[in-house]
């Protein structure tokens, strides 16, 4: 990311600034979407508040899967948000592509539909300006002849919006169709691999699952290889684009106080967690051919993983902070088909009682298969062979159907070396934990030691806790929004190389070796409950345990 390219500047306490993030003058006039910084805190007036941010360049984007529920929930009011902030360029268009049959007309009426309830904050003028731009295109996925209806329509609508920049494929379709879809668009000669400034001229979106297992990866990156540079592949994961996640860069390479002590001499352990209360709901036909294996905890739990523990890059740059991404997975200790068992646990969830309401057990719920061996829930015990994390566990838990929604990474400190307060009872003093809370609220918090009021010794926890919407007085952006601009900025920090996906399947098969040729326990653990003895046993084999949700 070219930062003098993208407007860095430093932003005093009388710059005004978007809560959303993008930068104005303080003579701005457009003063219903700034806030000076006093305005946004008190506690932020004596900060400087330095941004980066680049607007979209003329754009074309191709949808398919755009009657589907990603586009109606996700993508069209990510991308009207960023034209409510200004970033979405003039000149940009959105063809649809379905097999369901819409008009325009028809089109344009659910994407009203979808921005009314998924786009919260956008004005009358945005939404009408946002729609004309929409456009649709129906066929069959597998007939040829769409792809040249599609091209010769394409031609046409970016000569009507006087487009002359990039045109972004998005796969909003099922993990089956990426294949065929690409092989398609190559053929039709859309995109434009081996082309001088081929990332400039056509990129590709792919949703995860990228393949099932390290074969099918491997078979579908050779697929889209064959038509698309790695620079044009964009793979998307969500997680990576939630505000929280992102800040774990800046928190650790922007402050000065906290990476001399992120090593194995001050951290004892660090916990991920992804907690869901909610079971497959309409995903079944999916989630009982994938499991949470898959669905989470090969993309999602091993990314944020990366994060956490990655060394510094040499620079902000999409491929330095990726590199460093691919040698951390690099570092996982691997474990071979017999020693699975004292990593690795899952688990299946039975019925049970979720926010006061009965619910059934999995292989009860509409379109799970009766005799169905799919887990829903996950833990690890993960170490990193390195200089900086030799022996410091990783425990990384992810599940359905468990008491709270609540997705955390918690950072658990060493405790101190001595404790001059024995004579009073207090041989052992809580450890210092730093969390970085992802869901349900974004934010921060910091756990440590300090005296309350009253007697020579009174000591407790304090907790300091951040919240972004407390502070900023605003909801975060979405993911889907963040992620969206970052594909028409050209910019592929946020978005998963291929070697990363190849490393993390490979590490997770002989998991999957082993659960395949049953060899391993499935329990079932109530719906409702925080955990299960079998993953309480992960911790407790290191004297640890989890983290209440």
Sequence with gaps: MDLRASGFQRLGAAARIDVMGKHRAAS??????????????????????????????PTAMIVFGASGDLAHRKLLPGLAQIQQRGLLSEHFCLLGCGRTEYSDEQFRQMAREALRKNAKGISDDTARSFIEGLYYLSGDYDDPALYQRLKDRLAELKARHRISGCDIFYLAVPPALYGRITEHLGAAGLSCKGEPECQQCARLVVEKPFGRDLQTATELNQTLDRWFSEEQIYRIDHYLGKETVQNLMIFRFANGIFEPVWNRSHID???????????????ASYYDHSGALRDMFQNHMLQMLALVAMEPPSSFDADRIRDEKAKLLRS????GFDEWNSSFVRGRYGPGIVNGQHVPAYRE??????????????????????????DVPFYLRTGKRLARKNTE????FKQVP?????????????????????????????HFQAKRPGSKICMGTLNMSFAYKDVFHAEMPEAYERLLLDCMTGDQTLFTRFDSVDLAWRLLMPVLDAWQAGRTPLPEYPAGSESFPQADALPAADGRRWRRL
């Design 28 to 57: 701005d006039p457009q003063e219903n979407t700034t806030m000076t910084v006093q305005d946004i805190h008190p506690s932020l007036a004596a900060m400087e508040i330095v941004c980066a941010e680049t607007a979209a360049a």
């Design 269 to 283: 352990n660090v916990q991920i967690t992804i907690a869901e209360t909610l079971g497959v709901e309409h995903r």
């Design 332 to 335: 996982i200790r691997p474990f």
């Design 365 to 390: 719920e509409r379109g799970v298969a009766a005799d169905s061996t799919t887990e829903t829930f996950v833990a690890a015990r993960l170490f990193v062979d390195n200089w900086r994390w030799k």
């Design 409 to 412: 990474i918690a950072i658990t």
């Design 418 to 446: 001595h404790s001059l307060f024995g004579s009073v009872g207090l041989d052992e003093l809580p450890p210092n934990v730093l969390v970085f809370r992802i869901q349900p609220e974004e934010g921060m918090s910091l």
